[in-house]
């Protein structure tokens, strides 16, 4: 007999008839070690026992059934006059609809006694009846066949009925639960007694297994109800978001919705009370439906029908729970592994790990960790994955952002998976890159409910730019299949929650604090990405000036689209900064307010909506980000180092450690112009078939080393004149021969220098020289970070030449936006919803009380608004942190500031790989990693993403640190 009590995870999946709760869905649930639970209600007998056998044929694990009890309760004298009455009044709603009503009413048994031979025959683990008891015949037929037997209860009084039938468990069901009440009687009014108590009062009355039901919406939940004497939690709701789930694109679209509208309990659907999202229907007829189960249903079936098949939300019947708020997309396996109760001892004698930030890098973590488990077959592990935002996607991939903001890589270049091109200490695990996701059928459940998403799937090509949160739907996709195929032996508990503190354990390694009790485990793993900074003295100076007068102020940081809606469309909003942010702000006050871009031969044409603010907009270099080169490289291909080459690293970091360190400007920078070049002459020489390189490129390598002056003459050997070579002044001061006469003369020199920049990117990142040379720099960050990290370059070396100099201006040239926002911007400019000042660009407040805009070299320039929007992306520093977490590991000196004499690089500082954090005393932790963005000033380019078929360092460095922290303790 089944026996609740050996389950992996007591979670249960509610049995929502009607078409939500699948085979597969069942299936999954029980496969990761919790229930699933079919629903026979609806189905006709062969119907039912062939889902049966479909759940059968995915899953060994035990699953359970469930049944709807017959009403056989007397309808009273009246009963036909108030459903006819009811009739009456949707007459119309299915006149609008465009369907007939039945004419009489109907009264059905759900052929019970059929379905209760297929139980019999099929013999299932469980059955649950919901709306009323079977008779004692029933159940002994059930305990006679060893299959378990579960009564839906919502009150004590029907619990004591239930336990005195002799079922075997009752699964208790409160007032927030989604879809039916489960009254024992259709015209019952249910009690509104809070889960948490009823399930108290009656644990106290009976030693039966009790499973709670509704409003379970997080593992504080479970908690509590398991707290108040239940054996396990039934899920009802939240599975709607499962992709395993079979549940209509409206009613999916009304529930994850930017704000689902709130539930009422309603009879209109069917007759008997049931929670749904209120609409129109709930609204018009909840006062006047009828008590008569199953009459109302089969009534109303026609009206939902159409409703379903027309789109129309309005007339259906949203089930859901007092907490639909909480419904995200995932899957079974991740909603069980962030619902399932972890103890703060749990399973201690296994590798413990806690991976604190769960975006990408977390994401790399976790799959190196299952590969690690899937080598160590004997062993057990536990891993605790922390994400207060969206685990999988994190903060700034979240699924929930605005449609018009993109990445700046192809989606045929983004991957979260380990390729031959990497070496990995553990086994490699297969899995598509973000492109090769999008055209599998892997992707369907995940993106076709969502018109906007199927629409991108389909258009989306390998060399266009993704949505974010398109990027989002996949990471969470690869969580959700990284935890289904975990090999039995790693057990992944993921907690959607703020890490406040980690403390050091002498017994058992760290103490993990969340909302959650706090967790003990051996080793913890920091990745957590962009972390909120300290407002600076000026950020903190224009906050305090934007409250006295009145101003909206954005500080800086990635793009807040929410704070961007009190910005009204007779508004002028200043923004600082051209970069990536910049064009996050454009897109949200633009297209985002639903204004129309549009083929106007080769440019684009745009439409205003009338809800645009007036944007002026500037900065240091006075003009955006170069536009990304038209990808012609494909998926792998990518510029092979000619200069900083393994032999030139190996001499270089040999050099390094002679001299306690390189001087960037002088012994790296030059290398690295010299490979832009190589690109750039190589390509060039292309485009004009220059014979002297059609055979070798050695010539030109050659060439390029020579000093300046011979270098002039071996190029000229080779057919290049000096106008050919680069200007680099003009790469990085472009604006240096602009007209700043006045603004008119600047605009129109803006528009063709925007104008090149897109001819250049339409001419693509293989073709066109510049494009070309610039892609180059994001080719070879593996061969510079390798003399970038770890003290390679001087302290003030890499403080003047790196921060200052190459960082910003390796983002100028080669992390801009896709061509596409670059057509937009010259657009817009066009339109005159959009102007920029000019060069290094000023902003303060001005002496009527406004924010001004203006560059000191462009006449005329100064702008006022009621706005200011600093678009820049800040590094991060441990100096200025806004986490707690990180802040509270400085100041107990389990982590220290990475420092080198009297330079401070902002940095975590951890060892080399596997990036040990070091404490303040100058030990490094054997059991505390940080991995990413926190350690950006001793690493380097940690923003990067995973890039497939490209030797991803990202891959590399979680797989040391998954081997290191899963290492066999002593």
């Known amino acids: ?313 309005a007339y259906l019947n949203l089930w859901a729970g007092a907490r639909a708020d909480s419904v995200r997309r995932t899957s079974a396996a991740a909603l069980v592994a962030e619902l399932t109760p972890r103890a703060p001892d749990d399973d201690l004698t296994s590798e413990t790990l806690a991976i604190v930030g769960l975006g990408p890098r977390g994401l790399a973590v976790l799959e190196r960790s299952i ?116 090999p039995s032996n790693i057990q992944i508990f993921i907690h959607r929650d703020t890490v406040a503190r980690i403390d050091q354990d002498g017994t058992t390694g760290w103490v993990v604090h969340s909302k959650e009790p706090p967790l003990s485990v051996r080793k913890a793993v920091l990745a957590v990405g962009h972390t909120p900074a300290t407002p600076s003295d000026e950020e903190r100076c224009l906050h305090e000036q934007a409250t006295e007068h009145g101003l909206g102020y954005i500080g800086t940081g990635d793009a807040d689209w929410e704070a961007a809606r009190a910005i009204r469309s007779d508004d002028t909003v200043l923004i600082k900064g051209l970069g990536l942010v910049f064009f996050d702000y454009l897109s949200i006050l633009t297209e985002g307010r639903g204004g129309t871009f549009k083929a106007d031969g080769n440019e684009l044409r745009y439409t205003p909506s009338g809800r645009e603010p007036h944007i002026v907009a500037g900065c240091r270099r006075g003009v955006p980000h170069h536009a990304r080169g038209i990808n012609q490289k494909g998926v792998a291909a990518r510029h092979q180092p000619r200069f900083l080459t393994p032999t030139r690293i190996a001499a270089l970091l040999d050099e390094s450690r002679v001299r306690g360190g390189l001087d960037f400007m002088t012994d790296v920078w030059p290398i690295i112009k010299r490979e832009v070049e190589f690109v750039y002459l190589s390509t060039l020489a292309q485009q004009r078939g220059l014979p002297q390189l059609d055979k070798s490129a050695e010539c030109l390598v050659r060439a390029l080393e020579h000093s300046d002056e011979d270098r002039v003459v071996a190029l000229a050997e080779l057919g290049f004149s000096k106008d050919d070579f680069l200007e680099w002044s003009q790469l990085t001061d472009p604006c240096e021969d602009a007209p700043v006469t006045s603004t008119g003369d600047f605009e129109g020199w803006l528009k063709e220098y925007l104008r090149r920049d897109i001819a250049s990117a339409r001419a693509g990142n293989v073709r066109d020289p510049l494009k070309a040379a610039l892609d180059s720099l994001r080719d070879l960050r593996n061969e510079i970070r390798q003399v970038m990290e770890h003290d390679t370059v001087t302290p003030d070396s890499y403080r003047t030449g790196v921060v200052d100099f190459y960082n910003p201006l390796s983002a100028f040239l080669s992390i801009g936006p896709p061509m596409e926002r670059i057509s937009q911007l010259l657009a817009l400019v066009r339109a005159g919803v959009v102007s920029v000042v000019g060069p290094r660009t000023e902003v303060g407040l001005s002496p009527s009380g406004r924010w001004f805009m203006r560059s000191p070299l462009v006449s005329g320039s100064q702008v006022e608004g009621g706005w200011l929007i600093d678009a820049r992306l800040p590094a991060f520093s441990a100096d200025t942190t806004g986490s707690g977490l990180l802040t509270g590991l400085l100041e107990r000196g389990y982590a220290r500031a990475h420092a080198v004499c009297e330079y401070r690089s902002g940095a975590i500082q951890v060892t080399e790989r596997p990036y040990r954090v070091v404490s303040s005393d100058g030990r490094p932790h054997s059991d505390l990693y940080c991995f990413g963005i926190p350690t950006e000033g001793l690493t380097w380019a940690t923003a990067a993403g995973i890039r497939p078929c490209a030797g991803s360092v990202i891959v590399a460095d979680a797989d040391h640190i998954a081997e290191d922290a899963l290492a066999q303790s002593a």
Not at 181 to 198: G, Y
Not at 450 to 459: G, K, N
């Open 1 to 313: 007999m089944f026996d609740i009590h050996e389950l992996v995870h007591p979670i249960i999946g509610a049995p929502m008839a009607g078409g939500p709760t699948t085979p597969a869905l069942v299936a999954a649930v029980s496969r990761v070690g919790g229930l699933g639970f079919l629903p026979g209600g609806y189905l006709s007998p062969h119907q039912f026992h062939q889902r049966i056998c479909e759940v059968k044929a995915l899953t060994d694990r035990p699953f359970g059934v469930n049944l709807f009890v017959p009403d056989g309760s007397e309808r009273g004298s009246n009963s036909d006059q108030l459903w006819h009455q009811y009739r009456k009044q949707l007459q119309s709603t299915a006149t609008l609809l465009g369907t007939a009503l039945p004419v009489t009413p109907r009264r059905h048994d759900d052929h019970f006694a059929d379905k209760l031979n297929v139980v019999l025959q099929e013999q299932p683990a469980v059955i649950s009846f919901t709306f009323g008891l079977p008779t004692a015949h029933v159940i002994e037929q059930m305990r006679h066949a060893r299959i378990g037997t579960i009564a839906t209860v919502t009150s004590e009084d029907e619990a004591r009925e239930a336990a005195g039938a002799g079922v075997d468990m009752l699964c208790v069901q409160g007032p927030e639960a989604g879809g039916h009440r489960a009254t024992f009687r259709a015209e019952a009014e249910p009690t509104d007694v809070p889960l948490a108590a009823l399930v108290a009062a009656i644990r106290r009355e009976t030693f039966l297994p009790i499973i709670a039901a509704g409003g379970i919406d997080s593992r504080r939940r479970v908690n509590e109800m398991l707290a108040s004497g239940a054996d396990a939690v039934q899920i009802g709701t939240l599975m709607l978001g499962c992709v395993e789930a079979d549940v209509k694109a409206v009613h999916l679209r009304a529930i994850l919705g930017v704000k689902a509208p709130p539930t009422v309990v309603t009879r209109s659907f069917t007759g008997r009370p049931a929670r749904a999202l209120a609409n129109n229907f709930t609204r018009e007829h909840s006062a006047s439906a009828p008590a008569l189960y199953p009459e109302v249903h089969y009534l109303t079936a026609p009206l939902r029908g159409a409703a379903a098949k027309a789109g129309e939300d």
């Open 371 to 486: 590969a690690v488990a899937r080598d160590n077959p004997m062993r057990r592990f536990v891993v605790d994955c922390f994400d207060d935002t969206e685990p999988g996607a994190g903060r700034v991939w979240t699924t929930t952002q605005p449609s018009t903001l993109l990445m700046n890589t192809v989606s045929s270049q983004v991957t979260m998976f380990p390729d031959e091109t990497v070496a990995t200490m553990a086994s490699a695990s297969d899995g598509p890159s973000l492109f090769d996701w999008l055209q599998s059928p892997d992707s369907d459940g995940w993106l076709n409910w969502d018109e906007s998403l199927a629409i991108e799937r389909r258009e989306l090509g390998p060399n266009d730019y993704p949505t974010r949160r398109m990027y989002g739907h996949y990471l969470v996709w690869v969580l959700s299949k990284l935890v289904a195929s975990a």
